[in-house]
Nanobody, 118 residues
C-alpha cells in the first residue's frame, strides 16, 4: 500500500503560480504512471497531467504550455508546476498513482485546494 500526500495548494491571483507536490510513502519507481487530477465544484474529476515511469508526459489541452509535471524517483515525489493560473483552474487537485499488470492497483491522495481569484 502506498500513501500519497499532496501539498502546495492555496489562494493565488490570476496570472500567478503555484507548485504542488505529491509525496509517496514508498518508492514510486515501481508505479507505472503518476498523475494529477482536479475536480471543480459541480464538475467531474478530470485528468490534468500524467507522467510515466519512463518520463513521458501528457497534458490536458486546457493546461498545455502552462503546467509542467515532473517526478523525482529518488525523493518519491511528483510535482506540478502551475504558471499563468486562471480562475477556471480553481479546483481540488489530487495526486494519483497507477500500477499496471497482473496486480493492478491505484492510489489516490486526499487532495489539495487551489483557488485562483480574478
Amino acid at each position: 500500500q502506498v500513501q500519497l500526500v499532496e501539498s502546495g495548494g492555496g489562494l493565488v491571483q490570476a496570472g500567478g503560480s503555484l507548485r504542488l507536490s505529491c509525496a509517496a510513502s514508498k518508492n514510486i519507481f515501481d508505479i507505472n504512471r503518476m498523475a494529477w487530477y482536479r475536480q471543480a465544484p459541480g464538475k467531474q474529476r478530470e485528468l490534468v497531467a500524467l507522467i510515466t515511469a519512463g518520463g513521458s508526459t501528457n497534458y490536458a489541452d486546457s493546461v498545455k504550455g502552462r503546467f509542467t509535471i515532473s517526478r523525482d524517483n529518488a525523493k518519491n515525489t511528483v510535482t506540478l508546476q502551475m504558471n499563468s493560473l486562471k480562475p477556471e483552474d480553481t479546483a481540488v487537485y489530487y495526486c494519483k498513482g497507477d500500477v499496471f499488470g497482473a496486480s493492478r492497483r491505484e492510489y489516490w491522495g486526499q487532495g489539495t485546494q487551489v483557488t485562483v481569484s480574478s
